[in-house]
Every structure is written in C-alpha cells, then in structure tokens.
C-alpha cells in the first residue's frame, strides 16, 4: 500500500532516523534483519548491537537512513512509514516485501518486479513498473489540474 497524501498519526513513521534511534535499533535483531543490513549497508552486525564495515567499527545508528527506513517497515508492519529517504538499491527491497505500507509524495526511480500488486491510497490497484510509472503520470495531471 502507498500513501501519497501525509498524515500526522501515530501509527506513521515519518522520521526514520529518529524512530529508528528511539525504538527499532533497541529491539532484538532477526537473522532475515542482519542479511538485509548486510545487503544494504554491508556491514556486520556484533553480538553487542555494533557494526562493522570497511570503514570501520560504529553503532547500530551509523546506518544509512535507507537501511534504517527498511528496517523500521519490516519491524513495524501495522504503521505507514515514509520512504522519500530511501534509494533504488532499498526501494528495490522495499517492493518486494508483501503487505507493507508506505508513504511517498512523488515517485522515485524503483526496480518493481513485473507482479507486483501495488494499492494507491486505499483504492487504485497497479501491477509492476509500469503499473506504479502510469498511476503517478495520472496523479500529476490530476494535481496540475487541481492546482496541487
């Protein structure tokens, strides 16, 4: 599901780096989570929350904040969390995932596997790349129309 109209709700994540800090980066890290902090960030997590990368030892918050937006919807699959932050690389992962639920005010460059369902806003269903690339064409012209 993607959002495209802000909220201000509990239950949205719209500052990844701060909700990441305060509550994912405490909870206790799945196996699934260290690949995909692997894949994205390549780093290493340590037994005591640190990491390692080629650049050396830091905290569990010297992750990129795509790899901390990542890990804030795969931890949180009931909230809507904002993924302006993210690059190709993680919105590849992202819309991959099933039965999350995202906010993004404009499309960004994605790699969306040619099956994959995506619901605007609660109503319109696409299917894949082109799905995604033709509902933001029309929501354009629809804003521009509306003065948006």
Known sequence: MIYTEKKDSKDWILQNDLYFNLNTGNEEISENERNLIKQIDDAKVTSDKHIETKYGLGTIRNLSSGCKTLLNIVKN??????????????LKIIFMLDNIKI????????????????????????????????????EYARREANDL
Request: with cysteine.
């Open 77 to 90: 699959p009931d909230k809507v969390v904002c993924v302006e932050e993210c690059g190709p690389n993680v």
């Open 103 to 138: 906010y993004m005010s404009r499309p960004s460059f994605a790699e969306i596997p040619e099956d994959t369902k995506i619901r605007f806003n609660d109503k319109d269903i696409v299917t894949g790349g082109v799905g995604y690339q033709t509902w933001w064409s029309k």
